[in-house]
């Protein structure tokens, strides 16, 4: 009897059809890409470079959903978040309209996924929701009434509650990254220090910081500032990063280039939608002093060691 199981067994997977575990391992996350409306960014080009990144990895389907450009009306944009399991927001533009903020909030709060990617952490200051779920943010109009800053200084995080805008960054350069939390499924079995190539690195955030733990830091204008970090909103699961700017010409993408934003991308948005990271730890991630660079943004094929030409 045990033999004919086990032979019908390897019959089913000769005809390719695959066990209930095999089957949820190859499920695809349906991600929502949200952009529009960004007048200091090349949206376009890092919504293409997102897609592609996601994509090549084949553990992602990634859609678009676009705002009406400045000016336009925001009442046609409606999207339907209860179809998928992530929302990416890469958007610098106009506050979404109440019904569409509710259904956000209301997403998120029930167990939704998502990954704020950069300049998302600027726009809709005046939507509390938002805040909340970003955690910290910058610019159009913040200031201490929205919360203290945060940052890490000798193994704690530190609330500074003083007077002031939130919000700066210096001109884009190369810095090293510290991870903060190198257990946390995102980061665990990556180098805890290592290299990332030409960006525009924010600094100076304030906000909520209500249910937040920082990932990782960059010491920047005296101290280690937060560029990496997760948010508990309600059920949910949110991942901001502040790397990854593209400037305002088709070329300037290459932030996006950098393996180290496209594996902790990678590992964000699947920790996210799922909860847990199944990706293995490739073999060009950045060293402490030199970073790597995935031109075509995908993994070549030999950096994980477990995968097969």
Same mark, same amino acid.
């Given at each position: 009897?045990?033999?004919r199981l086990?032979?019908?067994?390897?019959?089913?997977?000769?005809?390719?059809?695959?066990?209930?575990?095999?089957?949820?391992?190859?499920?695809?996350?349906?991600?929502?890409?949200?952009?529009?409306?960004?007048?200091?960014?090349?949206?376009?080009?890092?919504?293409?470079?997102?897609?592609?990144?996601?994509?090549?990895?084949?553990?992602?389907?990634?859609?678009?959903?676009?705002?009406?450009?400045?000016?336009?009306?925001?009442?046609?944009?409606?999207?339907?978040?209860?179809?998928?399991?992530?929302?990416?927001?890469?958007y610098?533009?106009?506050?979404?309209?109440?019904?569409?903020?509710?259904?956000?909030?209301?997403?998120?709060?029930?167990?939704?996924?998502?990954?704020?990617?950069?300049?998302?952490?600027?726009?809709?200051?005046?939507?509390?929701?938002?805040?909340?779920?970003?955690?910290?943010?910058?610019?159009?109009?913040?200031?201490?009434?929205?919360?203290?800053?945060?940052?890490?200084?000798?193994?704690?995080?530190?609330?500074?509650?003083?007077?002031?805008?939130?919000?700066y960054?210096?001109?884009?350069?190369?810095?090293?990254?510290?991870?903060?939390?190198?257990?946390?499924?995102?980061?665990?079995?990556?180098?805890?220090?290592?290299?990332?190539?030409?960006?525009?690195?924010? !600094?100076?955030?304030?906000?909520p910081?209500?249910?937040?733990?920082?990932?990782?830091?960059?010491?920047?204008?005296?101290?280690?500032?937060?560029?990496?970090?997760t948010?508990?909103?309600?059920?949910?699961?949110?991942?901001?990063?502040?790397?990854?700017?593209?400037?305002?010409d088709?070329?300037?993408?290459?932030?996006?280039?950098? !393996?180290?934003?496209?594996? !902790?991308?990678?590992?964000?948005?699947?920790?996210?939608? !799922?909860?847990?990271?199944?990706?293995?730890?490739?073999?060009d991630?950045?060293?402490?002093?030199?970073?790597?660079?995935?031109?075509?943004?995908?993994a070549?094929?030999?950096?994980?060691?477990?995968?097969?030409?």
């Amino acid at each position: 009897m045990k033999t004919r199981l086990i032979l019908f067994i390897a019959f089913l997977l000769s005809l390719g059809i695959s066990s209930p575990a095999q089957a949820q391992q190859k499920k695809v996350i349906k991600t929502m890409m949200i952009a529009g409306a960004d007048g200091s960014h090349y949206w376009q080009g890092a919504c293409d470079a997102m897609k592609q990144i996601l994509e090549n990895s084949g553990m992602f389907q990634v859609d678009f959903a676009f705002t009406p450009n400045f000016g336009g009306d925001m009442n046609t944009f409606k999207p339907d978040f209860s179809k998928y399991d992530l929302i990416v927001i890469n958007y610098g533009g106009p506050t979404w309209i109440e019904p569409v903020r509710k259904d956000f909030e209301k997403y998120v709060a029930d167990g939704g996924a998502v990954v704020v990617i950069h300049s998302s952490v600027v726009p809709m200051a005046d939507w509390k929701g938002y805040n909340e779920i970003v955690g910290m943010a910058a610019w159009d109009g913040r200031n201490e009434k929205d919360g203290p800053y945060l940052y890490w200084k000798d193994g704690q995080y530190v609330y500074d509650y003083s007077p002031g805008y939130a919000g700066y960054h210096g001109l884009q350069h190369e810095t090293v990254i510290e991870h903060r939390a190198p257990e946390h499924p995102i980061l665990k079995g990556l180098r805890p220090s290592w290299k990332h190539f030409k960006d525009e690195i924010y !600094t100076r955030l304030r906000g909520p910081v209500k249910n937040m733990e920082i990932l990782a830091t960059a010491y920047e204008r005296g101290r280690n500032e937060p560029l990496m970090w997760t948010v508990k909103y309600g059920k949910g699961r949110v991942f901001v990063d502040l790397l990854g700017h593209c400037g305002n010409d088709p070329n300037m993408i290459y932030s996006m280039q950098c !393996t180290g934003f496209q594996v !902790t991308l990678l590992r964000g948005c699947e920790w996210a939608a !799922t909860g847990t990271v199944t990706q293995e730890v490739p073999t060009d991630f950045p060293l402490e002093d030199t970073y790597t660079l995935r031109p075509e943004f995908k993994a070549p094929f030999h950096v994980y060691p477990n995968q097969k030409p």
